[in-house]
């Protein structure tokens, strides 16, 4: 069996990483939470909470709705048990009505990755060998989708939220350095884990490479979106109103997910709430969301958005000339600049060089969930051939 079809230890190992990284994330954020409701800014309370919750809320959801379909799928499930991963549909009804759906699949993976890879006592064939490796690597995929979810409706927003009370509103704490410092890491994690993992369960995609490939493709995002996020505040801080032009980012990306008829769940009103999560995922960075040739849409998607980050440092410079004195503004339109250059950079080294493909076809995270799926994982036949 290939290295690439193996769950190795250090696999197992990473994913204890993931799981302390997300916890910290969020009790970081609860923590800051707290803070701001004793200072009696009840406002930052309230979004800081939001943020958490939506993520949280969403991610049960998913996750309960994947657990049902894996139920009532009969290659999965052939002889009809009521139960799946051995818990009856009232106990994980309950599991993710508390929120610790997404802490059960943490549970169910190292578990099963325990007695796969520490334990000597297994005498399966080769075949069955390939077989439960691959299990494991659609359930750490799973895992990571909804994890990939979380960071871009808790972690990004998050940050985004904590960047603007520090540099527009002069506030700043060590518990607010810590909360964008574990919402940073969060969501590069959560970027490199996700494809990874989509590739490895995918046996007739080629791994995504580690070493050099993976630390372009990690610096084309974090790049590209810290770039935007820095531009976002910059226009909240010249206006509040801002949200609005947000709000409508939001909307252009449901709606293009909508335009382009996903088919990524098994009900409608499911499908409804992920291509709104993808419209949040699209306010942030390319998501390419049926498998198909992404080269015209990557390319107006980050020419509209290098759009966005020159407009945004040189709007607050005329419209709020006071700020030109500070180092504030130079610095953030350095980085903003800097960083959108370096991004775009890495993401044509990357897909021009490093690619495992090297086709624009399969350059992104895709959704593309067929009806023939066998229910193992919800998106190892994202990547069309």
Same mark, same amino acid.
């Given at each position: ?23 910290? +994330? ?9 803070? #701001? ?26 996750? #309960?709705?994947? #657990? ?11 002889? /009809? ?7 009856? %549909? ?26 796969? !890879? ?13 077989? !439960? ?37 002069? %506030? ?34 080629? %791994? &995504? ?9 990690? &610096? #084309?995002?974090? *790049?590209? $979106?810290?770039?935007? $996020? ?22 252009? /990306? ?10 990524? *769940?098994?009900?409608?009103?499911? =499908? ?31 020419? @509209?958005?290098? *759009? ?13 000339? =006071? ?10 339109? *350095?980085? $903003? @600049? ?26 992104? %995270?895709? +959704?593309?969930?067929?009806? =023939?799926?066998?229910? &193992? ?9």
């Amino acid at each position: 069996m290939t290295q690439q079809l193996t769950y190795s230890k250090l696999r197992w190992l990473l994913t204890i990483a993931g799981l302390v990284l997300y916890v910290a +994330d969020i009790w970081t954020d609860i923590g800051l939470a707290l803070k #701001y409701f004793q200072e009696k800014q009840y406002v930052w309370t309230g979004l800081t909470l939001m943020f958490v919750l939506a993520g949280l809320l969403v991610t049960q959801i998913f996750s #309960y709705a994947w #657990y049902r379909d894996d139920m009532n799928d009969v290659l999965r499930n052939p002889e /009809g048990r009521s139960s799946v991963a051995g818990m009856s %549909e009232g106990g994980l009804v309950a599991l993710h009505l508390f929120g610790v759906g997404i802490f059960t699949r943490y549970y169910h993976l190292l578990r099963k990755g325990f007695k796969v !890879v520490w334990t000597k006592t297994n005498s399966y064939t080769l075949e069955q060998r390939r077989d !439960v490796h691959h299990n494991l690597f659609c359930l750490a995929t799973d895992l990571s989708m909804l994890k990939l979810f979380e960071t871009f409706l808790e972690s990004v927003p998050q940050l985004l939220l904590q960047l603007y009370i520090v540099l527009g509103h002069d %506030e700043s704490s060590v518990l607010q350095y810590l909360s964008m410092v574990f919402s940073f890491f969060n969501i590069a994690w959560a970027l490199v884990d996700y494809r990874r993992c989509l590739r490895r369960s995918l046996p007739q995609i080629r %791994e &995504m490479p580690s070493g050099l490939p993976t630390a372009i493709y990690l &610096m #084309y995002k974090i *790049c590209t $979106i810290t770039t935007h $996020i820095l531009s976002y505040g910059l226009l909240l801080i010249l206006s509040i109103y801002s949200t609005v032009a947000l709000t409508f980012l939001w909307l252009l /990306g449901t709606t293009w997910a909508h335009f382009l008829q996903t088919n990524f *769940c098994s009900s409608k009103g499911l =499908e409804l709430l992920y291509r709104a999560v993808i419209g949040v995922i699209l306010t942030f960075t390319f998501f390419n969301v049926k498998g198909q040739d992404t080269k015209v849409a990557m390319i107006f998607y980050y020419v @509209f958005h290098s *759009c966005i980050n020159l407009m945004a440092p040189l709007l607050l410079a005329l419209l709020r000339p =006071e700020l030109q004195t500070s180092t504030f503004l130079p610095t953030v339109s *350095c980085v $903003i @600049f800097g960083g959108s250059l370096l991004g775009l950079v890495s993401l044509v080294v990357y897909y021009v060089l490093l690619h495992p493909k090297g086709k624009w076809r399969e350059a992104d %995270e895709v +959704d593309g969930l067929g009806k =023939e799926t066998d229910g &193992m994982t919800k998106i190892r036949n994202f990547l069309q051939p």
